[in-house]
């Protein structure tokens, strides 16, 4: 069982920067992939990014590449996601999930979300 908890949501304009965090309790070992996910009120959930165990080879949808960057610390159970440059298209519930293993095909705990709100 992992639990995640994401935090450092909340109001800023466009142009500005926030950094996300989750915390990754439980069987943090079972946090294998990292994935974040943003979902805007009555709209799908969609990708973010994701980032691997050892923290390489993160990769960003289209909307978000070159604007937000993930990294994790693994000795602090932690996953963050930055975002800089934001824009109101960026306002969404932000949610991290993990695999349990590489080989899941599907996202198997999810956080909460935090909510982030982009003014123009």
């Known amino acids: 069982q992992v639990q995640l908890v994401e935090s450092g949501g909340g109001l800023v304009q466009a142009g500005d920067s926030l950094r996300l965090s989750c915390a990754v309790s439980?069987?943090?070992?079972?946090?294998?992939?990292m994935g974040w996910f943003r979902q805007a009120p009555g709209k799908e959930r969609d990708f973010v990014g994701h980032?691997?165990?050892?923290?390489?080879?993160?990769y960003y949808a289209d909307s978000v590449k070159g604007r937000f960057t993930i990294s994790r610390n693994n000795a602090e159970s932690q996953v963050y996601l930055q975002m800089n440059s934001l824009k109101p298209d960026d306002t969404a519930v932000y949610f991290c999930?993990?695999?349990?293993?590489?080989?899941?095909?599907?996202?198997?705990?999810w956080g909460q979300g935090t909510r982030v709100t982009v003014s123009s």
């Open positions: 999930a993990a695999k349990a293993t590489p080989f899941s095909s599907s996202y198997d705990y």
């Open positions: 439980g069987r943090a070992s079972s946090a294998y992939v």
């Open positions: 980032i691997g165990w050892s923290g390489g080879s993160p």
